[in-house]
């Protein structure tokens, strides 16, 4: 299984082409369109090249210039905002019902122990930036996902890197609640955690990795990028992956230490 580069998602493509189709046909100009609406020239062209997610009031307002009779106007059932990345939907999926998981994440806390406050700023500063509705719907499509770690009889292991474990995406309040959070995850019989000091050479060093074991016991490894994901269920390569994530957790501080790493951290601020 690989990845693709991420694109927009189809509902915007196949709505800006319409909304393109109608006007052209109306003959209206996308100037006139823009002004009418209230948005820049350069913002209808991206709505109809599929970039931009045409809002509701352009559609109200391209209807009615287009006489499209509702047709333009229906499409905005389709046009949710995506709730996760169209590159990480198949490991989302994967995730939702893998009885183990191991994570080794060096630069964010993983999604599955972010409090709402780290994931709202961290979505938020997404860029190229999102609508407020984006960045609530993918907040709250993390949150849900954490419901998985109360499902007692399936495993979570997760390698969390230094860095991210001093670096506070806020105030430090927010960021002393996010690793209060942590050790709250850490207290349950399913959930081991472990710090990955910095500083030095280390098995991890090449980005992050997440190891999955499905309920007919198939193994999987994902690694994501910016702007992509790839699945791997070769046997050779999810080898490597294994080996790879076992040294990254011996070169990394045990359970223990690390619950008296993260308490220590929250207490200095």
Known sequence: MTGEAAQPPMAWRYCGNQL?????RAGVSREELAKEAGYGYDTIKSVEQGRRRPTVRLLEVADEMCGASGLLL????YLAPERFPSFSLDFIRYEAEAIALSSYQPLLIPGLLQ????????????WPPLDDDAVEEMVAARLE?????????????FVIGE?????????????QRQLHHLAEAADRRNVTIQVLPSGGA???LNGPLVLLETQDHEHIAYEEGQTTGVL???AEKIS????RHVMISRQSLSPNESACFISKLAEEL
């Open 115 to 126: 409090t709402e406050e780290y994931a709202r700023e961290l979505i938020s500063a997404h």
């Open 145 to 157: 996902r954490q419901a998985l770690l109360d499902k007692q009889a399936r495993a979570f292991s």
């Open 20 to 24: 393109k189709l109608w006007r052209t």
């Open 240 to 243: 490597i992956a294994t080996q």
């Open 163 to 175: 860095a991210p474990l001093r670096q506070a995406l806020s105030s430090p309040a927010a960021h």
């Open 232 to 234: 791997y269920t070769d």
């Open 74 to 77: 229906a499409a905005r059932d």
């Open 202 to 204: 280390h098995a991890g």
